[in-house]
C-alpha cells in the first residue's frame, strides 16, 4: 500500500512537510520503508491517526500517519 507520512522537526527541513512510502499496512513496515529511502526514523515513532502505534499494528488505506521525532524537555 502507499501511505502519506507526516513530518516534523528535522525530517521535515531536510525531506519536506511529508513523504510518500510503499509498505506492508504495518507499523514497522512502514518504518522500515522510511530508512530505506533516507530518513532517519530509527529513533523515532509512528503516530495513527493521532495515537502512538508500535509493531505489527495493522493500518488502512485512510490512516493517517505521522511521524514523530524524539523529544526532550525538562
Known sequence: MRFEVAL???QREQHGPSVTVDAEPTV?????SLLASGI??????LAV???????????TAGSR???IPPV???
Not at 49 to 59: F, K, M, P, R, T
Open 65 to 67: 500517519l505521522a511521524l
Open 40 to 45: 532517519a526514523a530509527d529513533h523515532c515513532r
Open 8 to 10: 516534523f522537526a528535522y
Open 28 to 32: 514497522d513496515a512502514v518504518l522500515a
Open 49 to 59: 491517526d493521532e495515537s502512538i502505534a508500535e509493531g505489527a499494528y495493522a493500518l
Open 72 to 74: 526532550s524537555g525538562g
